[in-house]
């Protein structure tokens, strides 16, 4: 038997594991599950998914490329837009007429009533047949899109597999381009996005808008939505040809239009009494007022018209509401009684040829101010189309409802060829406080607040032929009643000289003044003369405005007409 020697130990034999095929196995199969989740994941993303740009059975709206709240309906084989998209998108000055279930729609030129429900309607007031009415559907109004297109140069095209209806506005320029790179046409502007529709490269496309570096375009083949920039080369710019004839409104080339109103009461005036009117071109006389249910009263004559045209100056009729505020609001709120008003209106301007109308509407209530520029939306065109000129009075910018707010001369001096602003009555002959008739410092202040709102070239500076002497009465207790008597030019020079006073110069009113006291009564006239009107006139020509108008002939001078004409034409 050996022995084991002390210092060795028995060897032990080495241990070695088997892998875990099983664990192996498994996580393997994990690991593959996992990737091929993500990549199902990864090609379920928006950007590998074809969608449909419309995918509802409602046939959306695209104005411009941008998708509108609205939807299309069909019937008859025939589209209908609602009337609040042409209202939002085309035309905000459409008009719906609750009362009388009927569209109105004005151009530069024509004026069109479209009722509910029918096929005839009116064109500048006279028969015209549409091809399909207007239609009520769940409590909307829709419009046939045949002849809208026509009315206001926009192109409808209905992509009927996509359910969408694209509006352009044909007045703007159409970018054309090329696709460079094959690409996809994409329901967003983001590659996250899904996509439409493969698109190849050298298709040829209409870009519409730019969106944060993708272009919306529409296709040749119809189809629409985004594409990168980086893959489209842009080349020509069409415009379309759109021939309309625009109407110009008279004026004195190279002059200032010079007008004056011819007060007639009941009688007109004697034409032979009339003397020499210098740079004159325009004569208004007031002839027509509004009376109940619409009616025009005329005082017209036609040995007046002969004439004003005999001497060479434009006839503008004035037309003014009476300055009634019910007869006013009675007419402005009825279609019907509009049309009435305008019909007569068309008539005189043919039965005494004249060249234009002058409205004077004034003391109107404030909830009509929307409605008076709807009735003058639709006189202007129908004068337009005879080529006669529209002109209205609208005064100062001032806190009265009924005297100034009331009128929307932003929106007025849009329609009509000229606003002729009333600069006088600053001071009006009720008014508590004795003062000028217009100082100029209120003149030019008035009118820098008017052609903030409205073009100089369309303004006209109405200025006073006329003033006020006024009379304060101070009794015991010092109280100080205040009243006034309008003056001509020529009955302030009779008082002036029959009283001896000496004529001051009042640096705030930029004006002559003379003043008399007698006992307890003070006597005070802001004269206007040729000082004043020739400040009046500077003002014209340092705001280049269309012109200036005098109320009235008769209240000048003998020998003012040849002083205002040397003002006129010279030099500011």
């Known amino acids: 038997m050996s022995q084991i020697p002390v210092n060795e130990t028995p060897s032990r034999k080495k241990i070695v594991k088997k892998p875990n095929l099983v664990l192996i196995s498994m996580s393997i199969t994990l690991i593959l599950l996992l990737i091929t989740a993500s990549v199902l994941l990864f090609l379920t993303l928006p950007t590998f998914q074809q969608v449909e740009l419309n995918p509802s059975i409602e046939i959306n709206i695209y104005f411009l490329g941008q998708k509108t709240k609205y939807s299309a309906i069909e019937q008859e084989n025939q589209l209908y837009v609602p009337f609040e998209f042409i209202k939002d998108y085309i035309d905000n000055n459409i008009q719906w007429d609750t009362k009388s279930n009927l569209a109105i729609i004005t151009t530069a030129r024509e ?19 549409l091809t399909y009415p207007i239609i009520e559907e769940n409590s909307v109004i829709y419009l046939p899109i045949e002849p809208l297109n026509s009315l206001y140069d926009i192109e409808f095209n209905n992509l009927i597999e996509s359910s969408i209806l694209l509006v ?32 190849n490269a050298g298709q040829e496309l209409t870009v519409t808008r730019e969106e944060d570096g993708w272009y919306w375009i529409q296709s040749d083949n119809g189809q629409v939505g985004y594409v990168e920039k980086s893959n489209v080369e842009l080349t020509e710019i069409i415009t379309a040809e759109i021939t309309k004839k625009i109407y110009q409104p008279w004026n004195p080339i190279g002059k200032p239009v010079v007008l004056t109103w011819e007060h007639v009461i009941t009688k007109n005036p004697d034409t032979s009494k009339i003397g020499n009117l210098s740079s004159l071109q325009v004569v208004s006389p007031t002839w027509f007022h509004l009376q109940k249910k619409g009616l025009v009263t005329n005082i017209a004559d036609v040995n007046y018209v002969n004439w004003a045209h005999q001497q060479g100056f434009q006839l503008w009729g004035l037309f003014s509401n009476s300055f009634d505020l019910d007869i006013t609001h009675e007419m402005l709120n009825d279609v019907d009684l509009r049309i009435n008003v305008i019909k007569q209106l068309l008539s005189y301007v043919e039965l005494y040829q004249l060249d234009g109308i002058n409205l004077d509407f004034e003391n109107v209530y404030l909830e009509d101010k929307e409605l008076l520029v709807q009735f003058v939306r639709e006189l202007t065109p129908l004068m337009h189309e005879k080529d006669r000129t529209v002109s209205m009075d609208v005064t100062f910018i001032s806190s009265s409802d009924n005297w100034s707010m009331f009128y929307d001369r932003k929106s007025l001096g849009e329609i009509v060829d000229y606003l002729i602003v009333m600069g006088y009555d600053e001071h009006w002959s009720s008014s508590p406080i004795a003062g000028s008739v217009a100082s100029l410092p209120w003149v030019e202040n008035g009118l820098i607040r008017i052609l903030e709102e409205v073009p100089n070239e369309k303004v006209i500076l109405g200025v006073p032929f006329y003033t006020r002497l006024w009379t304060e009465v101070k009794d015991e207790s010092g109280k100080i009643t205040v009243s006034s008597k309008a003056f001509s030019m020529e009955q302030t ?71 205002f004409a040397e003002y006129i034409s010279s030099r500011p």
């Open 493 to 563: 020079i009779e008082w002036i000289a029959k009283n001896n006073l000496p004529i001051l110069y009042d640096a705030k009113s930029g004006q002559n003044y003379a003043e008399l006291i007698e006992g307890n009564n003070t006597y005070k006239v802001w004269i206007e003369d040729e000082l004043s009107m020739q400040k009046r006139i500077d003002i014209m020509k340092k705001y280049r405005l269309a012109g200036i108008a005098a109320w009235r002939r008769g209240f000048e001078t003998a020998d003012f007409w040849s002083v």
């Open 111 to 129: 004026v069109y009533h479209f009722p509910l429900g029918q096929r005839d309607g009116l064109l500048n007031l006279q028969p015209y047949s």
């Open 168 to 199: 352009n506005d044909l007045t703007q320029p159409t970018q054309k381009g090329i696709v460079t790179n094959q690409t996809r046409l994409r329901e967003k502007a983001t590659l996250l996005s899904g996509w439409i529709a493969n698109i």
